[in-house]
């Protein structure tokens, strides 16, 4: 954090000063503990809290409930590996080095990540679940976590170095590590952070058997399903994520799942590591499943429908699992005497479509990738029911850790600490605009590289490589994002202020068009597996 941004946050503790004062000597004396939550393409959409009208979170909103829910969240590079080394290090991907899921998913040697600040400064620290990052963990004493990423049955962990198979769903598997630690590995007599990261609910959406009944009904159309991109330009055209042409029947949707390949393996690859039972319970769900359509006499627009209700159904299956076992978490923690000095975080490592323009995944810089779910309960420094619309990003997350534990955060992180922001306020001084930089292209879904900012009412984006295209958005005038109206006279001043706005971030975070062309040239072979550029 630059020094004007440190006095900035200082000031901004002004506002909350009685209670944090009173607060810091407790903080001295007994460091507060913190378990950190994060599901995979959690989508703020669904979850309740956030007024979702697919799905109810009980268990998830009670965090946001008892403590505080931001309504502006983002990140800095919507794709998991990015995040989840932004998240380590409070700093931008184009320094750490993990850029992209598909080759640089290290972070670069030498960069110090909050964990290991916080272990040295007497925390015991622990991770379970997905960890998606070519680095082995460090920082941690205990470490269970799954192979890249993981499978939903029966997953591959690797414990503290050594990997064995265990028999289950991996959600509930993941809470079952989480409270292990907690209840008969760590040390009481010490404050500790429990990093907890599920893999749902990612991409192929496989649910637990326990839940395949849940959303018989079919649930509301996003309003931009039939999206036709007319008001975008090639950027929106040319990706690869589409519900209508880029899911896949078998895996995806599950159709035919009954089915094998001529070389004799299921359809669905996590078919192979099931049981029979776990196996001939989904075959008979998604078997009935089938029976009930007649896809070969829809329309288009029907056959797009149906596509999304699989989906979406699936999707939101997983996410029961989760919220039913944040509410074991809860429910122990309480049992256990350490909800009041235990600082509870529920997030994501980025947003996701849930069919908004047509589309499922996320890397765009459109709002529902951009935007991530956050919430966060602390009794000793946040009331129940607080609502921030501060624009925070997951670049704040580890100076906040820091300095809630005590500690000062390391010079090179670029993110701001929240503890300003615990009271609701937009303390005076914080940021008007976040940055956002996505790098992976060519690459899975084909979404083009592009850059830009995000303002309370606008956003501003550049697409480059093979193209070079800018969009602006009035966000007030067009929540959606339907029309771009950077070349549109009436917004030529917003434009160039916007522009200036740019460049400024890029300096202060050390980013640049150079650095991105640089960046560009070195990832050129590595990208040649792709194939669809190169």
């Known amino acids: 954090m630059d020094t004007s941004n440190k006095i900035i946050a200082l000031l901004g503790l002004s506002v909350i000063a009685p209670s944090f004062t009173g607060c810091k000597s407790e903080h001295k004396s007994r460091q507060p503990n913190i378990i950190y939550i994060m599901s995979d393409d959690h989508a703020y959409q669904a979850i309740s809290a956030y007024g979702s009208r697919l799905i109810q979170t009980p268990n998830i909103d009670r965090i946001g409930n008892e403590g505080i829910r931001y309504t502006n969240c983002f990140v800095t590079n919507s794709l998991s590996s990015p995040s989840r ?13 993990a850029r992209d899921n598909s080759f640089s998913m290290r972070i670069d040697s030498g960069i110090t990540m909050f964990p290991m600040m916080l272990q040295k400064a007497g925390y015991q620290t622990a991770i379970v679940g997905k960890w998606h990052l070519l680095n082995n963990p460090l920082g941690f004493d205990y470490s269970s976590i799954l192979i890249d990423q993981g499978q939903y049955y029966n997953p591959d962990f690797v414990t503290n170095g050594n990997t064995a198979r265990v028999h289950g769903y991996a959600t509930d598997i993941i809470m079952d590590k989480a409270l292990t630690w907690l209840s008969s590995m760590r ?56 519900i209508a042409k880029n899911m896949h029947l078998p895996s995806d949707l599950k159709v035919g799942v009954s089915e094998k390949n001529k070389s004799g393996h299921w359809l669905i690859g996590e078919f192979q590591r ?26 288009h627009r029907e056959y797009v429908a149906w596509k ?17 076992n944040v509410g074991r978490l809860l429910s122990y923690l309480q049992k256990e005497g350490l909800l009041e000095n235990t600082i509870i975080v529920y997030t994501s490592d980025q947003g996701f479509y ?30 129940p029911g607080t609502v921030s619309n501060a624009s925070v990003m997951n670049l704040d997350y580890a100076p906040t850790f820091l300095e809630l534990a005590g500690l000062k955060e390391p010079a090179n992180m670029q993110g701001t600490s929240m503890v300003p922001t615990f009271n609701g306020s937009v303390p005076s001084g914080w940021r008007k605009a976040v940055y956002y930089h996505y790098y992976e292209y060519p690459g899975w879904h084909a979404v083009k590289r592009h850059y830009g900012i995000r303002t309370e009412r606008y956003k501003l984006m550049h697409f480059y490589y093979d193209i070079n295209e800018w969009e602006l958005y009035d966000l007030k005038n ?13 917004y030529a001043q917003v434009r160039d202020s916007l522009l200036n706005q740019l460049r400024l971030l890029q300096k202060k975070y050390m980013d640049s ?20 550029v190169y």
């Open 85 to 97: 080394a932004v998240l380590l290090t409070g700093m931008y991907s184009h320094l750490t080095g």
């Open 187 to 242: 040390d009481p007599d010490k404050p500790f952070c429990l990093m907890i990261h599920n893999k749902a609910p990612h991409r192929n959406w496989l649910p637990d058997t326990t839940d395949l009944g849940e959303f018989s009904d079919d649930l509301p159309l996003p309003a931009t399903l039939y999206d036709d991109y007319a008001g975008r330009g090639k950027a929106a055209h040319e990706q690869m994520m589409e």
């Open 274 to 299: 099931m049981d029979s039972a776990q196996r001939n319970t989904l075959i008979r769900f998604y078997t009935r499943e089938d029976a009930r359509v007649d896809t070969a006499h829809m329309t």
């Open 308 to 324: 999304y209700q699989r989906f979406i159904k699936d999707y939101l299956r997983c996410i029961r699992s989760v919220d039913r």
């Open 354 to 383: 849930l069919g908004e323009h047509g589309w499922f995944d996320k890397r765009f810089m459109y709002e529902q990738s951009l935007k991530t779910p956050l919430m966060i309960r602390y009794p000793a420094m946040i009331k």
């Open 478 to 490: 067009d929540p959606d994002e339907m029309h771009n109206v950077y070349s549109e006279p009436g």
């Open 513 to 532: 068009d150079s650095l991105a062309e640089k960046f560009l040239e070195h990832d050129k072979p590595m990208f040649s597996r792709f194939g669809n």
